[in-house]
């Protein structure tokens, strides 16, 4: 099990992604992390090799980037699971 520390904003972003993957807009939609640090958030679990993004070209804008978990995010998460259940 891998233990590393998150924020509480991470963790939030990590319980969204782990259900599949994920957009930053869908992230923010979905829990109240405030629009000025989602990216931010984002930015630094891929740095941490928590999350990684699968960029998707679209006609108009920037691409879209999906967020989802690495293996080392997955075990990051169950050590969260296990600590916030007292294992």
Do not use: C, H, W
């Amino acid at each position: 099990i891998s233990y590393m520390i998150v924020s509480p904003r991470e963790q939030q972003a990590l319980k969204i992604i782990e259900k599949g993957e994920a957009t930053g807009f869908q992230i923010l939609g979905q829990k109240d992390i405030p629009p000025g640090t989602i990216y931010k958030t984002l930015y630094t679990l891929r740095k941490k090799d928590i999350i990684q993004g699968r960029s998707q070209a679209r006609e108009i804008g920037a691409p879209l980037v999906f967020y989802s978990l690495t293996d080392r995010g997955k075990r990051v998460l169950k050590g969260l699971s296990l600590l916030e259940n007292g294992e």
